[in-house]
């Protein structure tokens, strides 16, 4: 945003804007429409499955307005460009505009997700079953970075329980850890590191050293289980109607929408459950700094800056206050019983 | 060289240089050519300016040795002032950005977290400096005393890098850290170690 905030030329005036209340009600009010014609009806029944329109530059992935509570934010969408411009995925550099600028080596396809450990079916999805796994659902969430800013993006995909139920954890499943792809022909900052890994995981249970390294890859993250099957834990194959990004994730990746955007592992290739807690990439790293748990929480400061508010990227201006970050984000009401008695100044 | 760096268009074009960046960054801001996050890119920006103006600072006098020529002193003092600027600028950034200029939010924030009270502690190090930077104030100071109390820059190095380190010390980021310690290691290692002539 410029220094000042000038009246854009090229946007709509408010009064050209649907109230969004409203438009969130578009497909009632399409199917009322419907009504009037079988033609007319077919054609917003097509439009009803759009979701929010991207630029056009990827493919298209159609989705139903998710109906999951809380799924749907009413706060004004990121723009696609800072979306997929401002990220941080360290397989690619640590400057947030490394990715959109070197992910396209990325090959998001053909893709693979194995999912194994405490599970009753260790099974390999191939990408398009898994796209078919579920009804695509578009869920606008907010995206609150450790750092301090956020996003808000209307993401594409369904809840990852979806996936779980498939292989049938056992009893003794507690924790689901996720890995994302480290492959170094592919992404530039992986080094080494991915030999020593290898190595090191042929004995189950042992973990991998200590990289030098900004981190040692793979990337890991992990949930407990009861966060994993929560319905707002989203495995997501797109934002703005389209299919991911590379910069994204691409092509499949989580969001966790309560917890900072670290959490939300990108390009998973395996997905393991577990009996104990697994440890992520970011804790093995900087345990002090980044816990497991990792939920947005206003009360507990990073160690180097408050947690209190945030930057909305592209909507606060430069000299304006940044806003309140919200306990869990804003989903407290979702998701505050999973911690219920929990320290979360010690679990943080 | 000493014929060019007395010439009297040296110190005009020093500050057209000096000011460039900051012109640059000026510029940017107002073309939203900052990115997605542009407070985070001034900020950043303004606190990388001023370490690079440090290290030219500092660079002075080991130029002088080495070109033998006397000249570039006449230079130090202006590049001493757009250090302290750069820094000015990178502190109310930080204090107008991030903080809103919410004076209670502040306090609470430079006492409460060491990385950003080492970068508040150099930039304050460096107001004597600046306040004392013209001519009239060398010879209240008497020559002595002024160049005492300008031993203090070389303070300013350690904590700049330290301030840098702890600031990227959660990202594990250390590749630019490392090229200023380097820097300005070996900046002031000259001082400590060079030839005695």
């Known amino acids: 945003m410029p220094l000042f905030r000038f009246h854009d ?29 079988g033609a007319l009806g077919a054609w917003a029944s097509r439009d009803a499955l759009a979701a929010t329109p991207g630029p056009g530059r990827l ?14 934010v009413e706060d004004r969408l990121t723009r696609y460009a800072d979306v997929t411009g401002y990220n941080n995925f360290y397989e690619f550099g640590t400057d947030k505009t490394d990715p959109a600028r070197l992910a396209h080596t990325l090959k998001p396809r053909p893709w693979t997700l194995t999912i194994e450990g405490e599970v009753r079916r260790t099974r390999t999805f191939d990408l398009d079953e898994l796209l078919k796994l579920a009804p695509m659902e578009e869920r606008i969430y907010r995206l609150r970075c450790v750092e301090g800013w956020s996003m808000v993006i209307p993401w594409v995909g369904f809840s990852l329980a979806a996936l779980l139920k498939q292989v049938e954890p056992k009893g003794n499943a507690k924790f689901v850890e996720f890995v994302s792809l480290a492959d ?21 249970g042992r973990r991998p050293a200590v990289s030098p390294g900004v ?48 959490k939300s592992a990108k390009s998973i290739v395996r997905i393991r459950l577990l009996e ?23 009360t507990v400061d990073h160690p180097r800056w408050s947690q209190a508010s945030e930057r909305r990227i592209g909507e606060d201006g430069l000299f304006s206050k940044k806003r309140p970050t919200l306990m869990f984000n804003g989903y407290e009401a979702q998701v505050a019983s999973l911690y219920a008695g929990m320290d979360l100044r010690r679990f943080y | 060289m000493n014929r060019w760096l007395l010439h009297p268009w040296a110190k005009p074009l020093l500050w057209l240089l000096l000011a460039a960046p900051l012109a640059w960054l000026t510029w940017a801001a107002w073309q939203d050519q900052l990115g997605a996050n542009p407070a985070e890119a001034l900020l950043r920006s303004l606190g990388d300016w001023t370490l690079r103006m440090l290290c030219l600072t500092l660079a002075i006098s080991p130029l002088r040795d080495w070109t033998g020529a006397s000249g570039w002193l006449r ?7 757009a250090t302290f600027i750069y820094a000015t600028l990178h502190w109310l950034a930080y204090a107008w950005f991030d903080q809103g200029l919410d004076l209670p939010a502040l306090w609470a924030d430079v006492t409460k977290r060491p990385f950003i009270l080492v970068g508040t502690a150099a930039w304050l190090a460096m107001v004597p400096l600046a306040a004392t930077s013209f001519n009239a104030a060398i010879r209240w100071l008497g020559g002595r005393a002024w160049k005492d109390l300008h031993k203090v820059t070389y303070a300013l190095g350690p904590l700049a890098l330290l301030h840098f380190f702890w600031m990227r010390a959660g990202k594990q980021d250390f590749l630019e850290v490392a090229l200023y310690a380097l820097v300005i290691g070996a900046l002031l290692g000259w001082r400590r170690f060079k030839p005695q002539g």
């Open chain 1, 9 to 37: 030329p090229a946007a709509p005036a408010a009064s050209e804007i649907t109230p969004r209340a409203l438009w969130l009600r578009r497909r009632e009010w399409l199917a009322t429409t419907a009504l009037a014609g």
């Open chain 1, 59 to 72: 493919a298209k992935l159609p989705a139903e307005r998710s109906t999951v509570a809380g799924a749907m």
């Open chain 1, 184 to 204: 170094p022909t592919q992404m530039p900052d992986v080094r080494s590191s991915v030999q020593d890994w290898v190595r090191d995981n042929n004995s189950i």
């Open chain 1, 215 to 262: 981190l040692d890859w793979p990337y890991r993250e992990g949930l407990r289980l009861d966060e994993a099957m929560h319905p707002l834990t989203l495995l997501a194959f797109g934002l703005y109607g389209e299919v991911l990004p590379n910069q994204n994730g691409a092509p499949l990746r989580l969001v966790v929408p309560w917890k900072y955007g670290f």
């Open chain 1, 276 to 298: 104990k807690q697994p440890v992520s990439s970011w804790e093995r790293a900087n345990a002090r700094e980044y816990g497991f748990y990792s939920n947005v929480n206003p």
């Open chain 2, 75 to 81: 230079l130090r003092r202006n590049l001493g002032v």
